[in-house]
């Protein structure tokens, strides 16, 4: 069965500071893989996405992830958060098999103070 | 442009009552996909179409819970009759599919429904 795991619930950080924010994904079968964002009383929009080629993968708003096969994971990083980065942020995957259904990781909310 | 467009956004009913939750596509979108948002649970998909037809109702809970799509740009999910345990947060999210159902397509979703059972 396939499954995505975000390590940390939550994650309090300085604004300016950096950030990481961690995902971990098991399948036997090939994935694509997302990061989406949720603000506060929004649906979720898409930040970024890696489908194939180059394993660094550019989003919006200053976000990127990197794949990496060996260790199946998909951090997702800013250099320098801004207090409107605070959100909570999914990671995802779908099947090449089973058409866009996405299973979503439990959520990391992220808390940028000033 | 319009977003995915859901309707009502907040609901609160009693329990033994039929609820009913209304997705609008983007125009020209095929894809249409019902998730539930708890804080036990997360997000969990619950129902998805493909050009008016359900390709996976694996994740829909129990018999109380039916999702229609009567046009293209046009959905429903219908719980009847609605239990506490139903209150959630429910999406629906709509994606225009490059290919014959490609697992690559962003899915755009709505503000989502308020759900509250009392």
């Known amino acids: 069965a396939q499954s995505v795991t975000q390590l940390d619930s939550q994650v309090p950080v300085f604004e300016e500071a950096p950030v990481e924010l961690r995902c971990n994904y098991s399948?036997?079968?090939?994935?694509?893989l997302f990061w989406y964002v949720q603000y506060p009383n929004q649906g979720l929009q898409l930040l970024l996405k890696?489908?194939?080629?180059?394993?660094l993968v550019k989003g919006i708003n200053g976000f990127e992830a990197e794949f990496n096969k060996s260790q199946t994971s998909f951090h997702l990083r800013k250099p320098s958060v801004h207090i409107s980065d605070t959100a909570e942020y999914f990671c995802?995957?779908?099947?090449?098999?089973?058409?866009?259904?996405?299973?979503f990781g439990q959520g990391t909310e992220l808390s940028v103070k000033p | 442009d319009a977003g995915v467009i859901q309707s009502p956004r907040h609901e609160v009913t009693e329990m033994g009552q039929e609820v009913t939750l209304r997705c609008k596509l983007i125009?020209?979108?095929?894809?249409l996909f019902w998730y539930r948002q708890t804080m036990m649970r997360g997000l969990e998909l619950l129902i998805y179409?493909?050009?008016?037809?359900?390709?996976?109702d694996s994740g829909m809970p129990e018999d109380r819970f039916s999702a229609k799509m009567p046009n293209a740009s046009f959905s429903t999910l219908k719980i009847q009759p609605s239990e506490p345990r139903d209150s959630a947060v429910y999406f629906c999210?709509?994606?225009?599919?490059?290919?014959?159902?490609?697992?690559?397509?962003?899915?755009?979703f709505g503000p989502g429904t308020r759900l509250t059972v009392l």
């Open positions: 999210a709509s994606s225009h599919p490059s290919g014959v159902l490609s697992t690559t397509d962003t899915q755009y």
């Open positions: 399948s036997s079968v090939s994935v694509y």
């Open positions: 890696y489908l194939s080629g180059s394993t």
């Open positions: 995802a995957v779908s099947l090449y098999n089973q058409g866009g259904k996405l299973i």
């Open positions: 125009s020209g979108h095929n894809s």
């Open positions: 179409f493909n050009n008016n037809v359900p390709i996976d």
